[in-house]
């Protein structure tokens, strides 16, 4: 099999971003966006995906920390959608639901192409620590758009910030483990249309 790695650099005026995926990995991280919430959401993302991510950003955080979680966000999704290459085999759909002690978050994904984020999560607090919890959706939007692909995101339920967060994460990389894996029953893309 073809290695599914891809690895991407970006510098704009407000950040700059290296990174390298590995999407057949073992979990393995080195992540330091200099925000430690968002490294420790990055860090269960690659844990419970099997993805090995290596990750340097820096930004503009005197501003606040929006760009830096966006351009992360759309870094990782570059890299993803390089990773899957032509995308031949893959299982493409997945849902996963993950419970974090009194939240549920149920994620739902297709590898298609098309770009689009649902958004259904509210937090109680607009902090996590330092982390503003809006920044939750922004990181998702740039992550699903760059990526290509359709991204549901359900919490029903939870009451701690901190929890929600941590729920949707893991349901996220349970999500891609699945959907990026490949059946060697499949040859060709899993697609009617013969392309994602
Ligand atoms: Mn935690």
């Not at 966006?33 to 993302?45: A, P, Q, S, W």
């Not at 929006?66 to 570059?78: A, F, K, P, S, W």
């Not at 920044?135 to 901190?162: D, Q």
């Not at 490949?182 to 013969?194: A, F, H, L, Q, Y």
């Amino acid at each position: 099999m073809t290695k599914r790695t891809a690895t991407i650099h970006r510098k704009t005026k407000e950040t700059e971003i290296a990174l390298t995926v590995n999407i057949d990995g073992k979990g393995e991280s080195h992540i330091t966006t200099g925000i430690g919430f968002l490294d420790h959401m990055l860090d269960i993302l690659t844990k419970h995906g099997l993805f090995d991510l290596k990750l340097k950003a820096t930004g503009d955080r005197m501003v606040d920390d929006h760009h830096t979680v966006e351009d992360v966000g759309i870094c990782l999704g570059l890299a993803l959608k390089e990773a899957l290459g032509d995308k031949k085999g893959i299982w493409r759909f997945s849902n996963s639901s993950v419970p974090m002690q009194e939240t549920l978050a149920s994620i739902a994904i297709d590898i298609s192409g098309r770009p689009a984020l649902v958004y259904h999560a509210n937090f109680h607090t607009g902090k996590i620590g330092n982390f503003d919890t809006e920044l939750i959706e922004e990181f998702l939007k740039a992550f699903s758009t760059n990526a290509g692909i359709n991204l549901h995101v359900n919490v029903p339920y939870g009451n701690n910030t901190h929890h929600i967060a941590e729920a949707i994460f893991k349901g996220l990389a349970r999500a891609l483990r699945d959907a990026v894996r490949i059946d060697e029953r499949v040859k060709d893309v899993p697609s009617t249309k013969g392309m994602l």
